[in-house]
């Protein structure tokens, strides 16, 4: 589940910043990644509280606790330095409120890039790491 939020964010964030014209964007359709998220957070925290205590276990460890501090940490760390070069490279002499509403999208994306990105990784790493025991 985790690998499909990443995979649905890094799309939507790609269609974004790049304009790939596959759905019109932006939409209705962009609460999806953030539905997805909610779905996917309930279903880890009623697994955790309701599960089965060894796979709970297995799933709720402490190297899984680290990967998730140490990747949360490089995506706020990217992300700041993305938010500073979006906010940098911006003319504010000749502002309007489409181009504000663009630098708002181009934040919303780069976040959802970085954040996808990290959650992709992060379930691939859990993937990787319930096969080898």
Known sequence: M??????????FAIHLLLDLGIFQLPS???FIPGVLIILTSIVLVLSYYYGNEEINNKLYDEYAADRFYRLGN???????????IIFSIQDYQNWDIQI?????????AYAWLVFGVLLTWFAIGDYQESQHG
Do not use: E, H, K, P
């Not at 995506?75 to 938010?83: D, E």
């Open 2 to 11: 985790l690998f499909l939020c990443g995979v649905v964010q890094v799309f």
């Open 28 to 30: 209705d359709l962009m």
């Open 74 to 84: 490089l995506g706020y760390a990217l992300n700041g330095i993305g938010l500073f």
């Open 100 to 108: 504000a509403s663009n630098m708002i999208l181009q934040i919303a």
